[in-house]
């Protein structure tokens, strides 16, 4: 499986038999560029047009959202309730956590969750190879509650996501805040990072991907 991150909460997740799954779309009004890729299918994890901006998509994808259990091409989409703020979503709404497994590595992409996750929120997660995880704070958890949901869930890669770059989320923190004492960073300068068994068996690592938007 190879991935890529456009921006924002935007990535591009292709199987080795070729099926395209796209994560959180996002209006390039907020500053990266257009997604010109097309999709198989787009899981959006909540109503704001940071993320949920399926008109964008190419193709005719398959598009999941909600809580609940979603099929489409072969692959088992979860999706599981959360909030967008630490008030069960009265500040800001509701939020749907993705968990679904391409070639056998198994993806859970927070979207804009807001609040750490309790016992039930992990145990319904189950095991994670590759985590998703928003850092950037102020409208989703920050860097320390990035941190702490990582050791909740054990994921063998962590790739951060919703941070401020030189294109986008000024309000937000930088991911340096997240990756501050940690070690095993992976800063890639290509546009994809491969993913295979081999990869997983290795130490635990955070991926830092180019944004390619």
């Not at 940071?50 to 609940?68: I, T």
């Not at 959360?82 to 993705?98: I, L, M, P, W």
């Not at 056998?104 to 319904?124: N, Q």
Request: a negative charge.
């Amino acid at each position: 499986m190879r991935i890529q991150w456009f921006g924002q909460s935007a990535f591009l997740l292709v199987s080795d038999s070729g099926l395209r799954v796209i994560t959180d779309p996002y209006d390039p009004i907020i500053g990266y560029g257009d997604i010109a890729e097309a999709a198989d299918a787009v899981t959006v994890s909540h109503e704001h047009r940071d993320h949920n901006y399926v008109k964008g998509v190419k193709g005719n994808p398959v598009v999941m959202k909600g809580a609940g259990t979603h099929k489409t091409n072969g692959i088992e989409f979860r999706g599981i309730a959360t909030a967008h703020d630490q008030n069960h979503g009265k500040e800001r709404g509701n939020n749907t956590v993705f968990c679904f497994a391409v070639d056998g590595i198994r993806i859970c992409h927070l979207g804009d969750l807001g609040h750490t996750l309790d016992k039930a929120e992990v145990g319904a997660i189950g095991r994670v190879d590759l985590l998703l995880a928003p850092v950037g704070g102020f409208y989703t958890i920050d860097h320390s509650e990035a941190t702490e949901i990582t050791a909740a869930l054990a994921p063998r890669i962590v790739i951060p996501m919703h941070y401020r770059t030189e294109k986008s989320g000024q309000n937000l923190a930088p991911v340096d805040d997240f990756l501050t004492g940690k070690k095993n960073i992976i800063r890639t300068r290509e546009p994809w990072f491969e993913i295979t068994p081999d990869v997983l068996q290795r130490t635990v690592q955070i991926v830092v991907l180019p944004h390619t938007k």
